[in-house]
C-alpha cells in the first residue's frame, strides 16, 4: 500500500461540506486530484471497512475497491474518469464493493469532479449506496411475477392482461392457441383491433366500459360470438382491475372460458330429460326409482297408477312390499340384497296385488346406477298376466296335441296292425297261387294284379308308420359291413312289379368291383326302392329308368334317372318336404302319400350322405345319392346261401287268431315240405308246444288269452323247448315292437305280411344249424 501524504488534505473543503457529507445515509467519499482520499463519511467507513485516520492520503482505487458482479473482474473506478474526462459518471449498475474484510456489498455509485475557482478539477466527490435490500426485493419481486407468469402460462383458459387503455400487455399460451393469434400480433395492441377486429364485440365493450368506468369486477359475464378462425363460440369472461406494480398503473385481467361444448351438453342434457321424462310419463310399463340404500319409492310414473291403484303421493317413500310386489318386508330386502350386491334382479313372474286387492302377474328387471352423485335403482313392472295366461293355454294346447300325437301314432300303430292282418293272408294267399304252375291265363292275369295291388298297398301301410319316426326322430339305424350290390338287387327285385306293369325299360349298371359300406341293409334298400317307385310312378309307359352305381374318391353315388314328366321349378326346393307331392289329378293315377322322399333324405343323412335332385319339366329327373364307403376287406367272405324251400323238413307251429293267415301259411308251409301244426290264441300255443314240440314257432303277438308276449316268455322258462326258435310275425312293426320282441326271446321279428321267402329263409338256417 502507498505511503500517505502528511500534508492535510481537507484545506480544500469547506467545513459545511464535511457537515453535509456526515449526515446523509449514502455513503460518500472525496479525493483529491492524484486519486488520493482526502474524506469518509460514517455510511462510507462502514461499507469498505476504512476508518478516516486509515483512508486519509491511499489511493482511492485500494479503498474503494469494486469487481463485476458476475465475472468478478475489477471494473473501472468512476473517480478515474471523473478526474480524466472532468465529468459527472453516473450510477453504475452491477457492481460490487469489496470491503477491508472481504465482505462483498451490491452497490450503486457515481464520481463528480471538484472544481477550484479557475474552474480546475482539484478532486472528486464519489457517492454510493447498499443496494442489497433493494436487490433482494427486486429479486423477490421477480420470483412473483415469474411464478405468476408461469401459473397464466399454463392456465387451459385463455388470459390476457390489459392496460387502462385496453391495450394488450401480455397473454398466455392457451389464448393464441384457442383463437389461433400470434404474439407479435397481439401485444401492445388495443384489443378491439386484435385479429382484424374480430374483438371488436359490443357486449365485450360494454363489460370493459363498466370495469374501467366503475371499478368493479365481473364475473361469468357470457358472449356468444363467430370468431373467423374457429366459428361460433360461446365465452364465459371474467374481468377485474388490480394495481401494477409499480403502482403506476391499473391494469385489467380478463379470463375466457369456452362453454360451447358445455352449453351444447347442457342443451343436449335438457333435451334428453326432456325426452326421458316424456318417455317416463307415456311409458305402457311401470317404472319406480328408488333410493338404493333406503330402498324407498322417490318416483313413479303414472302407468304405475294405472296398474297398481295408488296416487303419485301414496307411492313417495313406500317400499316395495307395501305397495304389493313382495310377499313381505323380509321377502323385499332379500330381494333387494341380491340386487345392491349383483347390480341386477330379474323375476319373470312375480305375484301381485293392488290397492284393492286384485292379483296380478308381472315382470319385474332391478338395476342400480348413479345419478348426481348418488345411487338410485329403477324397476321396470309389466303386466304379463294376459301373456301368463295365454301360455298357460299354449301350454295347455301344446300338452293336448302332445297327448293327440301320442294318440296319433297309437293310432298309426293300430291302423297298421289292422291293414296288415287281412294283407298277410292275401299275400300268402297270392304266394300259392304262383306255386301253381297249370293255372288258365285269367287266374294268373288276376293273380299278378292281386300281387301288385298288394305290393302298392304294403307300401302305403310301411310309409304310414314312417310318418310319425320321421317327425318324432325315432328312426334307428342297424348298421354292419355289407355290400351294395345285394342292397340293389333286392331293391330292383321289389319294384319290378310295378316298373314291368308299366312296361318300362331299366337299365341296371353296377362297377365289377364290390363296394362295401357300413349301413342298415334293409333302410338302403328302402331308399332304393322309393327312388324306383318314385320314378316308375312318374314316367310314362314304355319309358326309360337308369340305376348307376359307380365310386367317386372315397365316396359312392347312386343315381336314378328316368324319362318322366320331370319336377316343377317352384316344387324343386321343397322336393324332399314330408307330405309334397307334384299337383295331383282327380283321377290320382300316381298315388302315394308324400312320404317316401322325405324318408329317403332322413335315411340318406342318417347314413352321413347326401341326397340331390336334378330335373326339369318335360326332361324326366335324377336323384343321386351320395354315400361314404368302407375300405375293401382283405379277404371277402362268400355271402351265406339262402336254404332252398325243398330243404329237410322242419316242425313249425303256426300261432295266429286271424284264421285265413294261420290256414294259407300252413298251407305254404306244407307245400314246402314242412311239417305244422296250427293253433289261434295263446293257451292252445303252450299246450301245442309241449305236446308237439316245435322247431320253430311262428308266433303271432295280439293273441286272445295270453298275447305273444306271454307265450314266449313262458316257453323260453320251459327246459324242454330250450331250444325251440321263437319268429315274431306280427302287424306292429315300431322299433319299440321290435326291440320289445328282441327282450322278451324272440330271435326274429317278421312284420306282416311278410315274404315267405324271408321264413324259408329262416327256415333254412334253423336246417344248416341243425346239421
Known sequence: MPEAKSEPVLQIQPEWCRVTFGSICDAVITTDATGRVTYLNSAAESLTGWTQNEAVGVLLEF????????????VENPTVRALRDGAIVGLANHTLLIAKDGAEHPIEDSASPIRNEQNEVVGVVLVFRDVTERMRKERHLQEALSFADNIIATMRDPFVVLDNGLRVITANRSFYHQFQVKREDTEARHIYDLGDGQWNIPRLRTLLEEVLRENRSFQNFDIEHVFPAIG?????????????????????????????????????????EVRYRRLFETAKDGILILDAKTLRIIDANPFMTELLGYSHDEFSGKELWEIGLFADKQASQAAYKELQEQGYIRYDHLPLETKHGEKAEVEFVSNIYQVNGGSVAQCNIRDISARSRLERELKEQTEALADLHHRKDEFLAMLSHELRSPLAPISNAVQLLRLRKNEDPVQERAGAIIERQLTQLTRLVDDLMEVSRITSGRIHLRQERVALKSIVDNAVETARTLIGHRRHELTVSLP??????????????????????????????RGHIWLTVQQDGENCLIKLRDTGVGIAPELLPHIFDLFTQAERSLDRSQGGLGIGLALVQRLVEMHGGKVVVHSALGKGSEFIVKLPMMPPAETASPPAEEGEPGGPSRRVLVVDDSIDTAATLEMLLQSAGHDVRVVHDGPSALHAALDYRPEIVLLDIGLPGLDGFEVAERLRREPTLKGVVLVALTGYGQESDRQRSQDGGFNFHLVKPAKFSMVTQILANVATQAT
Open 512 to 541: 365289377p368291383q364290390p363296394i362295401w359300406l357300413y349301413a342298415d341293409a334293409s333302410r338302403l334298400e328302402q331308399v332304393i326302392v322309393n327312388l324306383l317307385t318314385n320314378a316308375a310312378k312318374f314316367t310314362d309307359e
Open 63 to 74: 479503498v474503494f475497491r469494486i469487481v463485476h458482479h458476475k465475472t468478478g473482474k475489477p
Open 232 to 272: 361460433k363460440r360461446i365465452m364465459l369472461l371474467n374481468a377485474s382491475r388490480f394495481e401494477s406494480v409499480n403502482g403506476q398503473s391499473e391494469l385489467i385481467l380478463l379470463a375466457f372460458e369456452d362453454i360451447t361444448d358445455r352449453k351444447r351438453i347442457e342443451s343436449a342434457l335438457q333435451t334428453s
